[in-house]
């Protein structure tokens, strides 16, 4: 047996368990997210919340839908912000580069996708979303060559720093299903947060995907990838950023009106007292 035969078959048994490592981490995530959301979600939330028992039925499925969110979003989302900083093999080829870290952070958001879309179809009346549905069948597509290939890792790693926004929003909704009041000190801060941290993750990281886009278009290793990964790349960044941008004027909007009328608020407490 040749040295080229016997590093050929030592690679494909690597790679044979990497993919099964890959595997097993999306089936153990899929899995994770169903028990959180199933079980410890209520648990838990009763908990730390004495006002989740007082919510309705359809609140408590949105409720437990969204604490399984913001455990899935600190946990990609900061294992992925480490793999961006210091993941030495795809900074080097944003394209190429060994992306093993980097396939295991996004099998377990896939994981959490294919759970998150399992919960909203068998919930559909109560939290059926056909924007989610989108956002969620995009990025599994992304993702899918990713996982399948090893490739566009430190993209779709990139991509993924986004949900860094979702437990600010999630928050947000928490505050209003236990009825804070909108101009409580806890809800205005989180609600300035969630707009300058979804700006950053979302918005402000917009520019440099493009261009990085524009720098390596026409090069061997862009076209290496494909014209089935090119045009998906290209589309489902498209797709995403367009639902960030509407996602992020709605919630600019919400923010300015609460600034406002806290502004008026104390503009007008600032007069009584004078006339006092």
Not at 15 to 23: G, H, L, P, S, Y
Not at 109 to 138: M, Q, R
Not at 139 to 151: C, H, I, N, W
Not at 244 to 259: A, E, F, L, P
Request: net charge positive.
């Amino acid at each position: 047996m040749t040295g080229s035969t016997l590093e050929a078959e030592s690679g494909g048994r690597a790679m044979d368990a990497n993919t099964k490592v890959v595997i097993g981490t999306l089936c153990s995530s899929f899995l994770l997210f169903q028990v959180l959301f199933h079980f410890v979600s209520y648990w838990f939330s009763a908990k730390v919340s004495t006002g989740y028992n007082n919510l309705s039925i359809d609140k408590k499925i949105e409720w437990n839908s969204r604490v399984v969110s913001t455990c899935h979003s600190l946990l990609v989302g900061a294992f992925g912000l480490y793999l961006f900083l210091f993941d030495e093999p795809t900074i080097a080829d944003p394209l190429w580069g060994d992306p093993m870290l980097v396939k295991l952070n996004i099998a377990t958001a896939s994981g959490y996708l294919i759970s998150d879309l399992l919960i909203i179809l068998l919930n559909w009346k109560v939290i059926g979303d056909k924007f989610f549905v989108i956002h969620h069948c995009t990025a599994l597509a992304a993702y899918y060559f990713v996982l399948k290939d090893g490739m566009l890792a430190y993209i779709a790693n990139f991509r993924l720093l986004a949900e860094l926004s979702s437990p600010f929003v999630n928050q947000r909704w928490f505050f209003e299903a236990l009825k804070y009041p909108k101009f409580s000190k806890a809800n205005v801060i989180n609600g300035v947060l969630m707009t300058v941290v979804f700006f950053v993750v979302r918005i402000l990281a917009i520019p440099p995907l493009y261009f990085f886009m524009y720098s390596v278009y026409g090069t061997e290793a862009y076209m290496r990838l494909g014209f089935v990964v090119q045009c998906t790349w290209i589309t489902s960044c498209l797709i995403l950023d367009v639902m960030n941008v509407m996602w992020m004027i709605k919630i600019t909007k919400g923010c300015i009106k609460v600034i406002s009328l806290i502004r008026q608020e104390a503009k007008s407490s600032l007069q009584n007292g004078k006339l006092d």
